[in-house]
């Protein structure tokens, strides 16, 4: 079966503009939950959605949201580009919200910002 | 900053043992993970514990250790491939986030 689907791969914006990026999870996984990943820094939880809410939030300013479709597909959006927010953005899907950390990943987008 | 520490960087020669620390400061979690990574690639699932002791998954092997707030991942009979990076990672407790460590670079050598 499929595996997670991230788009766009590669983007480069500019700083003060906005981006969204997509993550269509493994068929029949409801939990999507998103990570920036930068070099030295490991992954940094940005959220977490199942059923379509929010179920968690990690620490990163309101420029960062996200939401969850019908069909457990899954946008991020970041507004008012920064420098900084040049990173991995990974995206991770499970059945459930899983105690035991089994992620699913995709492979990521990578967003340059000029 | 960081509740899970691990080292930055391992370099082995193949057919070695690598041990790969995590040591956390998370007061409560549902349990320690592991996560592979090849450059370029997506994180894949290891190993997960739940309970103290080791979990063995063919060359590799996680331990955890509640008591002294450290979990380790054994990488053996270390082949080529398996040069990456690895994460370790909790679902804590209080908050129920999801937090990684920085992850580790293992580089082996012929």
């Known amino acids: 079966k499929a595996g997670v689907t991230q788009t766009p791969r590669y983007l480069i914006k500019t700083r003060g503009q906005q981006v969204t990026l997509s993550c269509s999870p493994i068929s029949g996984h409801r939990s999507v939950s998103w990570y920036q990943q930068t070099p030295g820094q490991g992954l940094q939880f940005l959220f977490e959605y199942f059923s379509e809410t929010q179920r968690n939030k990690g620490n990163f300013p309101g420029r960062f949201s996200g939401r969850q479709f019908s069909n457990s597909r899954s946008e991020m959006n970041v507004s008012t580009l920064e420098l900084g927010d040049s990173a991995l953005y990974l995206c991770?899907?499970?059945?459930?919200?899983?105690?035991?950390?089994?992620?699913?990943f995709g492979e990521g987008s990578r967003l340059t910002v000029l | 900053g960081q509740s899970l520490e691990q080292p930055s960087e391992v370099t082995a020669v193949e057919g070695a043992i690598v041990q790969i620390n995590c040591t956390y400061q998370?007061?409560?979690?549902?349990?320690l993970s592991w996560y592979q990574q090849h450059d370029g690639g997506a994180p894949t699932f290891l190993s997960y514990n739940a309970l103290d002791g080791l979990e063995e998954t063919g060359r590799f092997s996680s331990f955890l250790s509640r008591s002294d707030s450290y979990g380790y991942l054994l990488l053996q009979e270390l082949q080529m491939k398996d040069s990456a990076s690895y994460f370790c990672?909790?679902?804590?407790?209080?908050?129920?986030?999801?937090?990684f460590g920085a992850g580790t670079t293992v580089t082996v050598r012929a």
């Open positions: 990672a909790v679902r804590r407790s209080n908050d129920y986030k999801l937090s």
């Open positions: 991770a899907s499970s059945k459930g919200l899983t105690n035991t950390g089994e992620l699913f």
């Open positions: 998370t007061s409560g979690f549902y349990g």
